[in-house]
């Protein structure tokens, strides 16, 4: 006999059957750690939807958008308090973001119903910036590159096309426009598959962009958080909405992994000013190989046969 009969439920939009203490458990967990790096846990929690709860309609990626809208906001709340929260960083992927997630929620609804190829192309992306992100902590723990303090604030931003963000008093510059544009398409990859954006533009600013995760983490989990609302909006009650019954997303499904992840996050943005840069950059990697190998293994099968 199932001791936690008593929790069973079966939510009517999804077609899910779980314990309803399940959905709050494991986000609570996964983004604990997750929001260290600037990431909500939406990007793990679309793969954990699909294979474990068998939720695989489009509906899936709106759900995702849901969990979003709930679990960020205790976490900006608490960067912007420990004053590492950039309104730069924000601006300029907030502007990239959200036209991409009109893209995408296109595509996601007309072209893209199954998920399996598109997937690939983002194993793809996650796997390159999991390797990048790595190797940058790497660097550091061998004494390639000197990060800053955790125990630092965003003392001043200067705006522009070149814009500076300085992070206990060392500056840190960096151009806007290769953020707007690589924003610009993973807007598009978020909007499809309901990732929110940050698991890609947070490896993308900390390694590529070689910006300290500190003053990255806050503005990339409110961008998320914005681009979040606007997608599950669209995917409800947008133009297209009416193309396919199960566009919607299970708000209460949705609102339960929220609950774990509004925990979960705040909780890791409370940690991440004692956990040294390297060990939040080697967790952030190896979570986003974990789930790119997901991601990327039936393909791996198909060409082995």
């Not at 899936?60 to 809208?69: C, E, L, P, R």
């Not at 990859?189 to 590529?208: E, H, Q, R, T, W």
């Amino acid at each position: 006999m199932d001791i936690f009969e008593i929790f069973k439920w079966h939510f009517e939009t999804s077609g899910v059957n779980t314990y309803l203490f399940l959905p709050p458990l494991v986000m609570c967990l996964i983004s604990s750690f997750t929001s260290m790096g600037g990431v909500s846990g939406a990007f793990i929690l679309l793969p954990f939807q699909m294979s474990v709860l068998h939720y695989t309609s489009p509906g899936v990626s709106a759900t995702n958008f849901v969990y979003n809208i709930v679990a960020i906001p205790g976490g900006v709340y608490r960067y912007i308090r420990d004053g590492k929260f950039s309104r730069i960083i924000f601006g300029a992927l907030v502007g990239g973001t959200l036209p991409g997630v009109f893209v995408g929620y296109y595509i996601r609804i007309r072209y893209l119903p199954d998920p399996a190829r598109f997937k690939i192309f983002v194993g793809l992306v996650l796997t390159y910036l999991g390797l990048r992100i790595l190797w940058s902590a790497i660097g550091e723990r061998t004494g390639g590159t000197k990060t800053p303090l955790a125990s630092g604030r965003i003392t001043q931003e200067a705006f522009g096309i070149k814009s500076t963000v300085y992070f206990n008093e060392k500056p840190y510059t960096f151009s806007l426009i290769p953020i707007v544009l690589v924003s610009l398409i993973v807007g598009v990859i978020g909007g499809a598959y309901g990732i929110g954006g940050g698991a890609l533009m947070a490896p993308f600013l900390i390694s590529v962009m070689n910006l300290p995760v500190y003053i990255v983490s806050g503005a990339s989990l409110c961008s998320t958080w914005v681009s979040s609302i606007v997608a599950a909006l669209f995917y409800a009650f947008g133009p297209l909405s009416s193309a396919t019954s199960q566009a919607s997303p299970d708000w209460f499904l949705g609102s339960l992994f929220g609950f774990g992840g509004l925990i979960g996050i705040y909780v890791g943005a409370r940690l991440q000013r004692r956990m040294p840069a390297t060990i939040i950059k080697v967790i952030l990697g190896l979570t986003i190989m974990a789930v790119s190998i997901k991601y990327l293994w039936p393909a791996f099968r198909a060409i082995a046969r």
